[in-house]
């Protein structure tokens, strides 16, 4: 059944309700009570006392690539929060800048769905079924855009140019947005982590590249109408970096399962790049066209599938 506005509401409220309990703990108000550097410096050592345990417990139950696959996820989903800084200072930038951004963005998604997924998707799918990897991997694909059609199905849809609608935010449909940006954040970060439980860290290093350029034009594109709607700006980078920690979710998903079930391996690969290219063909692509034929965005994809090439066969 689809998610309605009402109920998007509710799980806002929820939200809310649990922030407010939070801020009324005693050990809230307690380290509320503490002065601004001692404050701060409690925070800093919890979380990364949390780090440590985290990473700790990856590395003894699944070894160090979980690890390393793991962090490369988190790197890739920051660049969201990166990407959004330019809102601290602008509320609009030039359409064909954006668009110019995006494409590269779809070109250098391409070049890491190919070299860094479909290809060794494949050589695994042989090594495993002799002659059949292409089959298999083609079957992931399809798998993996019937995913993201489903979702996409399932939760309410909101493109970039209409977060600006006036009626936004009495409707609350940023969190709309939220949630659509989130359901392609989490195939991403499942592609990193997958291409990681593969044993190639090079692979693993080129696609996390490309995901974390790919998300700096979407932290941009979440922040700068949050701050035209007059959301406080660290607001709303804040917003645009959590849309993309939804991928260490993804990463540490798609690196485990294929550590501790490596048959399935050539499906999960070929289902990561099935994923992205839906996100790519139904998204990425046509938001750069959305004014009519941008040529800006054309040359850019060109460039970014490129500059993805190149650094592919560098790290060869």
């Known amino acids: 059944m ?15 309700h649990q922030i407010v309990r939070i801020k009324s703990s005693q050990n809230y108000q307690k380290l509320q009570a503490m002065p601004p550097l001692k404050r701060w410096s409690v925070v800093a050592g919890l979380f990364l006392l949390s780090q440590i345990v985290l990473f700790g417990t990856l590395y003894l139950i ?19 929060g990166i990407g959004a ?20 963005a779809a ?14 998707g494949m050589t695994y799918g042989n090594e495993i079924w002799p002659g059949n990897g292409i089959y298999v ?24 140019e209409t977060i600006s609608d006036t009626q936004l935010a009495s409707l609350k449909k940023i969190w709309l947005f939220v949630i659509a940006i989130t359901i392609h954040n989490f195939p991403e970060g499942m592609s990193v982590g997958v291409s990681f439980g593969s044993g190639e860290i090079k692979n693993g290093v ?5 995901i974390a350029l790919q998300n700096i034009p979407e932290g941009l594109a979440v922040a700068l109408p949050l701050v035209g709607l007059g959301y406080n700006r660290w607001k709303a980078i804040g917003i645009a970096t959590v849309t993309g920690l939804v991928e260490p979710v ?3 998903l798609g690196i485990t399962m294929v550590t501790l079930f490596e048959s ?15 996100v790519i063909s139904e998204e990425i692509i046509p938001e750069t066209h959305s004014g009519g034929r941008s040529r800006y965005a054309t040359f850019a994809l060109m460039i970014g599938f490129i500059i993805m090439m190149v650094l592919d066969n560098l790290l060869g």
Do not use: C, W
């Open 2 to 16: 689809t998610i309605t506005v009402n109920t998007v509401n509710k799980i806002q409220r929820y939200f809310e």
């Open 62 to 80: 699944f070894g160090k690539i979980v690890v390393i696959g793991f962090f490369a996820s988190i790197l890739a989903g920051l660049a969201t």
């Open 85 to 104: 800084l330019p809102a601290l200072y602008f509320k609009n930038i030039s359409v064909n800048l954006f668009n110019g951004m995006l494409g590269a």
């Open 107 to 120: 070109g250098v998604m391409l070049a890491a769905t190919a070299f860094s997924l479909l290809v060794p």
């Open 137 to 160: 991997v083609s079957i992931g694909m399809l798998i993996g855009g019937l995913f993201l059609h489903y979702a996409d199905r399932q939760l309410p849809h909101v493109h970039f």
């Open 206 to 210: 080129v696609l996390a590249v490309a």
């Open 250 to 252: 993804g990463g540490l």
């Open 264 to 278: 399935v391996l050539p499906i999960a690969m070929g289902f990561a790049a099935g994923a992205m290219l839906f």
